[in-house]
């Protein structure tokens, strides 16, 4: 079982729709969790980072962590073609300094 | 805030020459600094955790010899790799994260540097 899953894609959603993307993480005593967006040929920005069970809202994105089920995602509201993009999630392994990051999703939004 | 800034963006080097990367964090200081590499379509891949002072930690199957990895001081790390040969060709990428953490920051990535050996 790989330490951090996310479903490659491509994910298509029209304009405006909700994008939800998700992860799942094998290690229980991971604490820190962040979802990037990388666009083709750049370097990863972060989008979000959580720490709390429940949701965090950062605009039109919000990043849900449920640590009970090992489970956080990201849903982008209105989405927009900007925001077509390869998202990565990425967690703190606890005991780690160091990120492990899933496969990432690809996600496209049609116009 | 937490600004990594990377050199080059894009190299391009004979077979068998050496090329030096930098990764300076500007506003902020790190003791520790990771350099991945992603090769395309994938996604990336822990090379080594940079650390300042001290030796750096390779993960498993990465040449230390052959990706040199020099953390000075709190603001600059380089990885410079050996050798190069075009199985080398690459972007790499550095991260690093402030000292002083809290909710709003996470690992800040440098803008990557595209190598490609011919």
């Known amino acids: 079982q790989k330490e951090v899953e996310q479903n490659s894609g491509p994910l298509s959603v029209p304009e405006g729709a909700i994008a939800s993307l998700n992860c799942t993480y094998s290690d229980r005593g991971s604490q820190s969790f962040f979802w990037y967006r990388q666009y083709s040929g750049k370097s990863p920005e972060l989008i979000m980072s959580?720490?709390?069970?429940g949701d965090k809202e950062d605009g039109r994105f919000t990043a849900q962590l449920n640590k009970a089920s090992q489970y956080v995602s990201l849903l982008i509201r209105d989405s927009q073609p900007s925001d077509s993009a390869t998202y990565l999630c990425a967690v703190n392994i606890s005991g780690n300094e160091k990120l492990t990051f899933g496969t990432g999703t690809r996600l496209t939004i049609i116009p | 805030g937490a600004v990594v800034s990377q050199h080059p963006s894009r190299v391009i080097c004979k077979s068998g020459t050496s090329v030096k990367i930098e990764c300076r964090s500007l506003d902020f200081q790190a003791t520790t600094m990771f350099w991945y590499r992603q090769f395309p379509k994938q996604s990336l891949m822990l090379m080594a955790t940079?650390?300042?002072?001290?030796?750096?930690?390779?993960e498993q199957g990465v040449e230390k010899d052959k990706f040199l990895i020099n953390h000075a001081s709190l603001t600059l790390s380089t990885l410079t790799v050996t050798s190069a040969h075009p199985e080398d060709s690459s972007f790499y990428i550095c991260s690093a994260r402030p000292i002083a953490r809290d909710d709003n920051y996470g690992y800040t990535f440098g803008s990557g540097t595209r190598l490609t050996v011919v």
């Open positions: 940079s650390n300042e002072g001290s030796k750096a930690t390779y």
């Open positions: 959580i720490y709390s069970n």
